[in-house]
């Protein structure tokens, strides 16, 4: 058990570093002068460019400005901002909260809405309730999040007036309504994710031999019900744990749409303006997120299935 931990800890970690290096070697090619981005539109000196170049270690080989990143890095130094000379650390903590918010909002209406409709569409296969939710599902899926954002602010907020139009409000209950558009935004696309993959996995757990001979020999439908679901946890687990990354991509638009200053948009100013350190920290920040959402997938395995806990021990 141990061992199979350790490997599953030392595939997450080489899986950051080679990600970090070609996030890295991406910005580095990228077309575009952080020095002049820097100085803005007017003249400038070549003596100035060499200065700003000088003082962000801009014209050294690029392995040994990664490496100077990764260094730094590791012990939990970011670096600076470029665009606002703030340190890269505060500046994320600052607005993590509101992208944890929204994204934890997003998870849990989507689980909570997408898990039992696809239960109930694969037990209720070919009947109106199955075409109704796979067709809302399909087309949650097919829909973009920034439009369907769009479309909420026009009707809920602009229209009939229910929501705010944008901002974060002030405490809890504030800020949860604040929240609730652009959670159930973001959740609308993952709900249908959800309900497709679970009603996928249930409807192939009760079309094995396992649950004819469970009903053969007199067990309820709700026993046998428990059962089918026992066996379709891993296939509906692996789901959610892949919507994290989803969440993360999705919020940057969501964000951007509902002018909320989280994670999102700092990472879409930070790239328009070639912030090198903030979208390399932003980047493995949700790199490290996500993969550590897949390690604890993986380990969720050893307590849903036996046979898995099996496998790891035997290696």
């Not at 026009?154 to 949860?176: M, R």
């Not at 009760?206 to 891993?234: H, K, W």
């Not at 959402?293 to 290696?315: G, H, K, M, N, T």
């Amino acid at each position: 058990m141990l061992a199979f931990v350790l490997r599953r800890a030392g595939a997450t970690l080489l899986l950051l570093l080679a990600l970090s290096l070609l996030v890295f070697g991406l910005l580095y090619l990228a077309p575009g002068d952080v020095a002049r981005n820097l100085l803005g539109t007017r003249n400038v000196t070549p003596e100035a460019l060499a200065q700003i170049r000088a003082r962000y270690h801009l014209d050294d080989p690029f392995l040994q400005q990664y490496w100077r990143w990764l260094t730094h890095a590791v012990t939990g130094d970011f670096g600076t901002s470029i665009r606002t000379g703030r340190p890269i650390g505060p500046l994320m903590l600052e607005k993590t909260g509101i992208t944890a918010a929204t994204a934890g909002l997003a998870f849990l209406l989507s689980v909570l809405v997408g898990v039992p409709a696809g239960i109930a569409t694969a037990v209720r296969r070919g009947r109106w309730l199955d075409r109704v939710l796979v067709t809302v599902s399909v087309v949650g899926v097919s829909a973009p999040g920034f439009a369907i954002g769009l479309l909420l602010l026009y009707v809920f907020a602009l229209g009939l007036g229910w929501f705010p139009i944008y901002g974060t409000g002030e405490g809890f209950l504030d800020s949860l309504w604040h929240l609730a558009l652009p959670a159930v935004a973001l959740a609308l696309g993952l709900g249908a994710f959800v309900v497709k993959l679970t009603r996928a996995a249930v409807i192939r757990e009760l079309d094995q031999d396992y649950v004819t001979f469970a009903r053969g020999r007199g067990l309820s439908e709700g026993a046998t019900l428990r059962i089918v679901l026992r066996n379709a946890a891993i296939p509906i687990v692996t789901s959610l744990g892949l919507m994290v990354a989803y969440l993360f991509g999705g919020t940057v638009l969501i964000e951007v749409t509902f002018a909320l200053p989280g994670l999102g948009s700092l990472m879409e100013e930070s790239v328009l303006f070639k912030d090198i350190p903030v979208v390399q920290a932003l980047t493995l920040a949700v790199a490290f997120v996500v993969s550590a959402a897949a390690f604890l997938v993986d380990l969720s395995y050893l307590l849903i299935d036996p046979r898995v806990r099996a496998r790891a021990v035997r290696r």
